[in-house]
């Protein structure tokens, strides 16, 4: 019987997929978690790139919804059109008014704030879903809550830094995005009793072209061909990144994997400096450690309350801080 050729040794991506499959499941969720951090903060660069090239934030945002919208029609011809049939069509327009500002505020800012300062100032999102809670869905404020809250304000403040010189419009409208933002994750939480993810996914998608359609008139200048490719490429890296962070949540606890959600930071500094001349002052860094080191906290410690049986079963999620 003649002998059977060699294998043809396996090329660099086989090798790397090979390694993925044989790491725990705790190795992958941080891998993806740093890897959508990276995502994220493309997705920024490439905002403020398209602004730079002549395109209002406003556009770049309503082209952002509509190639977000594209993504997702592949799942409705999947699943067929029934997955779009909802019995709270008023949450989705709430939820979508809402979304809307809170997305054209925090485009807006990446293109006049540094990326590091949006990153850091984006750490305090669970900190209004803590406040929102505590006030919208009657959750207890315990003392430990209200330390975290207490120290994420004072990160807050070394990056704004009211009144100086060095104080920047665009922190304070990146703040005031991520505060509406929590806002919408409240609206969220009551459409997940009766919707599903994909049912509220593919509406907010709907929503957030029409709506941002609107503001995107007003100042409209018709894209050219590079700038056109430009808006595509933020589809994908914000598509990539946000399934990145689903599954990595879904492969391990938040408590886990919440500590590298601050490579967006780093992320955002490199590709700052290397694209944008960004060069961060030590404030940045010192209010972005102690804002995410606040988030962190409230996430470890409601996960061990969850496992504990010491939550409601609607909290214990990343988002239900």
């Known amino acids: 019987m003649a002998d059977e050729p060699p294998a043809a040794p396996a090329n660099g991506l086989q090798k790397l997929q090979a390694a993925i499959t044989l ?29 730079d090239l002549g395109l209002h934030p406003f556009e770049i945002a309503f082209f952002r919804n509509v190639f977000g919208i594209l993504v997702l029609v592949p799942l409705v011809m999947r699943y067929g059109i029934g997955v779009m049939r909802t019995s709270r069509f008023d949450l989705h327009l709430l939820r979508g008014v809402i979304n809307v500002v809170s997305m054209l505020c925090f ?11 949006v990153a850091s100032l984006g750490f305090t999102l669970p900190l209004f879903v803590t406040l929102y809670a505590t006030f919208m869905l009657k959750e207890r404020l315990h003392s430990r ?37 929590g806002l919408a994750l409240m609206v969220i939480k009551v459409q997940s009793r009766t919707d599903t993810s994909l049912n509220i996914t ?11 359609a609107i503001p995107a008139l007003l100042v409209w200048k018709a894209p050219d061909g590079e700038q056109f490719a ?57 209010g972005g450690a102690v804002i995410f080191s606040s988030t962190v906290y409230l996430t470890y410690r409601e996960s061990r309350l969850a496992r504990a049986g010491k939550l409601h079963p609607r909290q214990g999620a990343p988002l239900d801080l």
């Open 230 to 286: 430009w808006m595509a490429l933020t589809g994908l890296l914000g598509t990539a990144g946000t399934m990145a962070v689903a599954q990595s949540m879904k492969l391990a606890e938040a408590s886990a994997v919440m500590p590298f959600d601050f490579t967006k930071l780093v992320w955002a500094a490199l590709i700052g400096y290397l694209a944008f001349g960004q060069v961060p002052d030590v404030w940045v860094w010192i």
């Open 107 to 117: 485009f807006y800012s990446v293109t006049v704030a540094p990326l590091a300062s």
């Open 23 to 51: 790491m725990p499941p705790t190795a992958k969720a941080v891998c993806l978690m740093i890897f959508s951090a990276l995502m994220f903060q493309s997705m920024n660069a490439v905002i403020r790139h398209v602004s």
């Open 145 to 181: 809550r209200l330390t975290a809250l207490g120290i994420g304000v004072v990160g807050a403040l070394l990056i704004i830094r009211p009144g100086s010189d060095d104080m920047n419009l665009g922190n304070l409208i990146v703040l005031g995005g991520t505060a509406i933002w």
């Open 202 to 212: 593919l509406w907010s998608s709907i929503m957030l072209a029409l709506l941002s």
